[in-house]
Each structure stands twice: as structure tokens, then as C-alpha cells.
């Protein structure tokens, strides 16, 4: 480049910048971060809420960056499409013009992306796009604001399932089914304040926040923004524990004295949820409809897995307690794979600052089923300086997982311990079962944590395995045009095609739901990362 050339880029582009950056208001006060504040969808790492200064210069950037693109089309309708482009984006916030210019390019072979911070800002276009998309979605999901809610507006109907902690029914609640979660409540004292102080870890996942007149304490509560394979959790609310048939024989402890005389060691109030219906968890399922399961249809539900886990991490959250009676089964569309949700929240840890916590006393929960946790978890002692790192705990206990998704027993509930196995001493996974695949459940066993990939980065080797050209997989290293020419392929069919989800489409529901869950969080860098660790340590060499 010469130097007349970027003087005059300089120029230009600071010439945009001071244009069109606004002065920060007096008392603003920006907060730099290692990740910019995630908003409501969980868009995250390159949001921040509207109005706010960062989301100025965000857009401003963003600006420029579309600018700088637009200004190498050369043709006579450069202009135009410049000003066009630019007022979808950030008028309209609406990406697909501009998605769909890149796109053209790309095809086209005119190299107008030639840097890396290129592409991933393309990828952030992507992101924000999807996420804009996944928004809308929820909207028509989520229940509409309620008032007081009690037991006596909800109609109970069938006993569904009872845990050690809750059980749960069929309910109608205006019309509309659900389920109705009651916790059991042995210690909490029969008031809001108290049983939400000792429940608080179940609503993580609760789409409508507690009314702030109801209880100050959830202010403090981090909620879990809303993602397809983690459980739809209305609202909640305190009432008096009611009298069900037949609850004095599926759960008779639980029930309060005034319903259970001679052996009723509950409370008088408890917490209630009420949530979408599932049909089935992970482990009945499995063993209703294993002999019919497709390969294709283990690898789904799989990945939907991974991708609850990783979403769990990217807001600081390990659920602690993943198991297949803990994870939730969808199965409305006929003839498809089911949509996976995780569930069951009660054992979890969640902490702004990141997933390490202080072990300093042996009293200190470490999470729930104590035969799957992390090898670094269950090896933890308690000391004055001791910390148990949960970065990739749930990573370690989904691959466990997966030996009942591929058609096996859990090992880890037979011969195996989490304290003293040996990888390479654990069944191997049926030869039908992708070498990908089983090399991967491998590495996510890994005793070491740094030998292990991340939830994230499994999930990504998972989504590249079902959507990715098979050739990328097995040594042929694709370019960075390639790769972005494919990830505009898919946003395509997302926003296009799959937007409805529904009438002659080629992928199913959760197909579609799946892709855009990875691009929600599609980063280039990640991409090429996952590509790299498949090439280097999934397939050493070429399969046959």
C-alpha cells in the first residue's frame, strides 16, 4: 500500500469517525470489560444494551467497517449500495443486505475480505442477525406479564414424574398446558423471603424476574437468558402445598403436617414453577427407543447437549448435576429428533467472576451425583488456599453422557470411578459410532482438565461434523473465503428458509434450530480452532 494511499484512508476514516462518534454524555460512565455486557438473548461479546455509550461507538465502528468494505466495489452502483447498506444496518438493524453483498463478493472471487478482523466481523454481522432472529422467537414463547399468581388459578392434572427434590404435574394455566413444578420444602421457613432464599439456584433459568415488591433478594440473582436446550421456565411463585390425590402415596415426607399427621415432615408453603411440558427425559427415552435411534439423530442430540453446557459457561454458570434423568426430551414433531433441554437446576454454581470457587471447608456443596462429577472436583480437598475450577466440570460429565446417547451403560455408574480410571481403560464406543465422535467422547474424559477441550469447543467440533464439507474434516484445510462463504450458506437457510420452520424444508426443526445456536455464536477464530483440533487430534490420520 502506498503511503498516499493510507494517508488518504486515515483521513477518510477519521474523518467518519469524528462525524459520527457522539461526546459521552456528563456521568456516563463506561465500564471496560473482558466481555462486553450480554443482553437479554445472550448475544454477548460484542452488545451492549441500547442507549448505552458502548453501543454508540459499537455502531460507529460497526459503520466504519461496512465503509471500509463498500468503498473497494469499484462499479457505478458502489455509491448506492453503500448508502443503502449502511441505512439497513444501522437504521433498520437489519443485517441480511448487507450478509447478502459479502455473500455475492465472496462468490465472486473479488477478495473484498483480505484480513482476519475481517471476517470476524462478518461473523459479528452473523451473530447479530441470528440473534435479532432468536429474539422475536422467544418473544412468542414467553409468557405475557401475570399478576398474582396461586396454586387455586392453576388447574392440576396428571402426576408426571418426582424427584428427590420436586415433582412435578400436568397443568392448565389459561387455557394453555404446562407443567407444574412443586419443590419440597423440609427446611424453609413458610414465607417468600425465606423459600426463595433457599431455591434461589432453581430459577436460573426463569424467563419472567420476580416481582421486585415480592422479594429484594433475586435482585442479586443472575438469570439465565433464555436458549433452546435449556428448560422454559415461565414464572414462580410461593404458595400453600395442596391436597392432590394420591400425594400421600407418591410423596408422603414431603407433605406438611396438617396434610400428613402421621408422617408429613414438610413446610405449610413451598415454591412452584410453572414450565413448558416435556414429554420425556433423556434416560426413558433412550431405553423406550434405542434399537430405532439413527446415528444421525445420537449425533443431534448430542450436540444439543454441548451446546446447553456451553451456553451454561458463557454466562458463568456449571450446572453441577448433569445426568439423563436431568435433561429433557421434546417430542411434539413426529418422526424427528427431539429437542434437548437441560433441567434441574438446584445443585448449580454461578458466579460473575468466573467458574472457580473458594473450597476452604469440607461443609461446601461440590454439586450433585457425586459418581459423575470432574475427577478435579471429586479429588478436591478442602483447605485455607484450595479452589475447585468448574470451567470444564460439565464438559467431563456430558462425555460420561454420551456413552448412553451412543447405546451404552455409563461406565461411571458400573466398574468406573472419577478418582482413579485410565482413559484408554474405559469401554470403547460401538465401531458404528463416528471416529470423530468417539475420539472426541475420549478427550472430553480426559482426567487432566488441560487436556480437555471446552464445551464450546466440543460443540463447534460436533456442528462442523453434521454441517461442514466432510473433506474439511479429514485434512483438506479449507481457505478463510471458504469458510465464510459457508457460514453465509447457513445464515442463509436460517434467516431464509428456516425462519418458520415450517412447510417443505429440507432439515427438520431441531436441524435448523441446532444451526442456529452455533451461529448465535458463530466467531471465525473459534471456527478455525475447532477445524484445526479436529485435523490435529480427532483424525491423526485419514479414515477409511
Request: hydrophobic share 40%; glycine share 4%; with cysteine.
Given at each position: 500500500?502506498s503511503?498516499?494511499?493510507?494517508?488518504?484512508?486515515?483521513?477518510?476514516?477519521?474523518?467518519?469517525?469524528?462525524?459520527?462518534?457522539?461526546?459521552?454524555?456528563?456521568?456516563?460512565?463506561?465500564?471496560?470489560l473482558?466481555?462486553?455486557?450480554?443482553?437479554?438473548?445472550?448475544q454477548?461479546?460484542?452488545?451492549?444494551?441500547?442507549?448505552?455509550?458502548?453501543?454508540?461507538?459499537?455502531?460507529?465502528?460497526?459503520k466504519?467497517?461496512?465503509?471500509?468494505?463498500?468503498?473497494?466495489?469499484?462499479?457505478?452502483?458502489?455509491s448506492?449500495?453503500?448508502?443503502?447498506?449502511?441505512?439497513?444496518?444501522?437504521?433498520?438493524?437489519?443485517?441480511?443486505?448487507?450478509?447478502?453483498?459479502?455473500?455475492?463478493?465472496?462468490?465472486?472471487?473479488?477478495?473484498?475480505?483480505?484480513?482476519?478482523?475481517?471476517?470476524?466481523?462478518?461473523?459479528?454481522?452473523?451473530?447479530h442477525?441470528?440473534?435479532?432472529?432468536?429474539?422475536?422467537?422467544?418473544?412468542?414463547?414467553?409468557?405475557?406479564?401475570v399478576?398474582?399468581?396461586?396454586?387455586?388459578?392453576?388447574?392440576?392434572?396428571?402426576f408426571?414424574?418426582?424427584g428427590?427434590?420436586?415433582?412435578?404435574?400436568?397443568?392448565?394455566?389459561?387455557?394453555?398446558?404446562?407443567?407444574?413444578?412443586?419443590?419440597?420444602n423440609?427446611?424453609?421457613?413458610?414465607?417468600s423471603?425465606?423459600?426463595?432464599?433457599?431455591m434461589?439456584?432453581e430459577?436460573?433459568?426463569?424467563?419472567?424476574?420476580?416481582?421486585?415488591?415480592?422479594?429484594?433478594?433475586?435482585?442479586?440473582?443472575?438469570?439465565?437468558?433464555?436458549?433452546?436446550?435449556?428448560?422454559?421456565?415461565?414464572?414462580?411463585?410461593?404458595?400453600?402445598v395442596?391436597?392432590?390425590?394420591?400425594?400421600?402415596?407418591?410423596?408422603?415426607?414431603a407433605?406438611?403436617?396438617?396434610?400428613n399427621?402421621?408422617g408429613?415432615?414438610g413446610?405449610?408453603?413451598?415454591?412452584?414453577?410453572?414450565?413448558?411440558?416435556y414429554?420425556?427425559?433423556?434416560?426413558?427415552?433412550?431405553?423406550?427407543?434405542?434399537?430405532?435411534?439413527?446415528?444421525?439423530?445420537?449425533?443431534?442430540?448430542?450436540?444439543?447437549?454441548?451446546?446447553g453446557v456451553?451456553?451454561?459457561?458463557m454466562h458463568?454458570?456449571?450446572?453441577?448435576?448433569?445426568?439423563?434423568?436431568?435433561?429433557l426430551?421434546?417430542?411434539?414433531?413426529?418422526?424427528?429428533?427431539?429437542?434437548?433441554?437441560?433441567?434441574?437446576?438446584?445443585?448449580?454454581?454461578?458466579?460473575?467472576?468466573?467458574?472457580?470457587?473458594?473450597?476452604?471447608?469440607?461443609?461446601?456443596?461440590?454439586?450433585?451425583?457425586?459418581?459423575l462429577?470432574?475427577?478435579?472436583?471429586?479429588?478436591?480437598?478442602?483447605?485455607?488456599?484450595?479452589?475447585?475450577?468448574?470451567?470444564?466440570?460439565?464438559?467431563?460429565?456430558a462425555?460420561?453422557?454420551?456413552?448412553?446417547?451412543?447405546?451404552h451403560?455409563?461406565?461411571?455408574?458400573?466398574s468406573?470411578?472419577?478418582?482413579?480410571?485410565?482413559?484408554?481403560a474405559?469401554?470403547?464406543?460401538?465401531?458404528?459410532?463416528?471416529?470423530?465422535?468417539?475420539?472426541?467422547?475420549?478427550?472430553?474424559?480426559?482426567?487432566?482438565?488441560s487436556?480437555?477441550?471446552?464445551?464450546?469447543?466440543?460443540?463447534?467440533?460436533?456442528?462442523?461434523y453434521?454441517?461442514?464439507?466432510?473433506?474439511?474434516?479429514?485434512?483438506?484445510?479449507?481457505?478463510h473465503?471458504?469458510?465464510?462463504?459457508?457460514?453465509?450458506?447457513?445464515?442463509?437457510?436460517?434467516?431464509?428458509?428456516?425462519?418458520?420452520?415450517?412447510?417443505?424444508?429440507?432439515r427438520?426443526?431441531?436441524?435448523?434450530?441446532?444451526?442456529?445456536?452455533?451461529?448465535?455464536?458463530?466467531?471465525?477464530?473459534?471456527?478455525?480452532?475447532?477445524?484445526q483440533y479436529?485435523?490435529?487430534?480427532?483424525?491423526?490420520?485419514p479414515?477409511?
Amino acid at each position: 500500500m502506498s503511503l498516499r494511499t493510507l494517508l488518504f484512508r486515515f483521513y477518510h476514516n477519521g474523518k467518519l469517525l469524528v462525524r459520527y462518534i457522539k461526546p459521552l454524555q456528563p456521568g456516563h460512565k463506561i465500564e471496560f470489560l473482558t466481555q462486553p455486557p450480554a443482553t437479554s438473548s445472550g448475544q454477548g461479546r460484542l452488545s451492549a444494551p441500547a442507549g448505552h455509550p458502548i453501543q454508540t461507538y459499537f455502531q460507529n465502528a460497526r459503520k466504519l467497517f461496512v465503509n471500509s468494505l463498500l468503498n473497494r466495489v469499484t462499479n457505478s452502483m458502489a455509491s448506492d449500495l453503500r448508502r443503502k447498506t449502511i441505512q439497513q444496518l444501522l437504521y433498520k438493524d437489519n443485517s441480511k443486505p448487507f450478509l447478502a453483498f459479502v455473500g455475492v463478493s465472496l462468490a465472486s472471487g473479488t477478495g473484498i475480505l483480505t484480513k482476519e478482523d475481517e471476517f470476524e466481523g462478518v461473523c459479528w454481522e452473523i451473530r447479530h442477525a441470528v440473534n435479532n432472529m432468536f429474539d422475536k422467537l422467544v418473544q412468542v414463547e414467553t409468557l405475557p406479564d401475570v399478576d398474582d399468581v396461586k396454586v387455586d388459578d392453576i388447574q392440576i392434572g396428571k402426576f408426571i414424574a418426582k424427584g428427590t427434590n420436586a415433582v412435578v404435574y400436568e397443568a392448565t394455566f389459561r387455557g394453555v398446558e404446562y407443567a407444574l413444578k412443586m419443590m419440597f420444602n423440609y427446611s424453609a421457613a413458610s414465607n417468600s423471603h425465606a423459600i426463595l432464599k433457599a431455591m434461589s439456584k432453581e430459577l436460573l433459568p426463569l424467563r419472567k424476574p420476580l416481582r421486585l415488591n415480592e422479594d429484594m433478594l433475586m435482585n442479586s440473582v443472575e438469570n439465565l437468558p433464555p436458549h433452546p436446550n435449556v428448560v422454559v421456565m415461565h414464572f414462580a411463585f410461593t404458595d400453600f402445598v395442596p391436597s392432590i390425590p394420591d400425594s400421600s402415596l407418591i410423596y408422603p415426607s414431603a407433605l406438611p403436617a396438617r396434610l400428613n399427621p402421621t408422617g408429613g415432615y414438610g413446610r405449610n408453603m413451598s415454591l412452584f414453577i410453572l414450565m413448558k411440558k416435556y414429554n420425556t427425559d433423556l434416560r426413558n427415552y433412550l431405553r423406550e427407543r434405542c434399537a430405532q435411534l439413527s446415528m444421525h439423530e445420537r449425533v443431534l442430540l448430542f450436540t444439543q447437549l454441548l451446546e446447553g453446557v456451553t451456553h451454561l459457561n458463557m454466562h458463568r454458570t456449571a450446572h453441577r448435576d448433569l445426568k439423563s434423568d436431568n435433561i429433557l426430551l421434546d417430542c411434539s414433531e413426529d418422526n424427528t429428533c427431539p429437542q434437548l433441554v437441560i433441567t434441574d437446576f438446584g445443585s448449580s454454581y454461578t458466579n460473575k467472576s468466573g467458574l472457580s470457587m473458594q473450597y476452604s471447608s469440607a461443609d461446601i456443596e461440590l454439586g450433585g451425583n457425586v459418581a459423575l462429577m470432574a475427577p478435579e472436583v471429586a479429588l478436591a480437598t478442602p483447605g485455607l488456599f484450595s479452589f475447585v475450577n468448574y470451567s470444564k466440570s460439565d464438559a467431563w460429565t456430558a462425555g460420561t453422557v454420551a456413552y448412553e446417547i451412543f447405546g451404552h451403560d455409563n461406565p461411571f455408574y458400573q466398574s468406573a470411578r472419577n478418582t482413579d480410571y485410565e482413559v484408554n481403560a474405559l469401554p470403547q464406543l460401538n465401531t458404528n459410532v463416528p471416529e470423530v465422535m468417539r475420539r472426541l467422547v475420549a478427550k472430553l474424559l480426559e482426567n487432566d482438565p488441560s487436556d480437555r477441550p471446552s464445551a464450546e469447543l466440543a460443540a463447534t467440533v460436533c456442528q462442523l461434523y453434521l454441517w461442514a464439507p466432510k473433506h474439511w474434516l479429514y485434512g483438506a484445510t479449507p481457505s478463510h473465503n471458504e469458510i465464510m462463504q459457508w457460514l453465509l450458506t447457513l445464515t442463509t437457510k436460517v434467516l431464509c428458509t428456516g425462519v418458520s420452520y415450517g412447510g417443505h424444508v429440507r432439515r427438520t426443526f431441531v436441524e435448523y434450530q441446532l444451526i442456529s445456536t452455533f451461529l448465535k455464536r458463530a466467531e471465525f477464530r473459534l471456527i478455525t480452532n475447532a477445524l484445526q483440533y479436529i485435523q490435529r487430534v480427532l483424525t491423526p490420520k485419514p479414515l477409511v
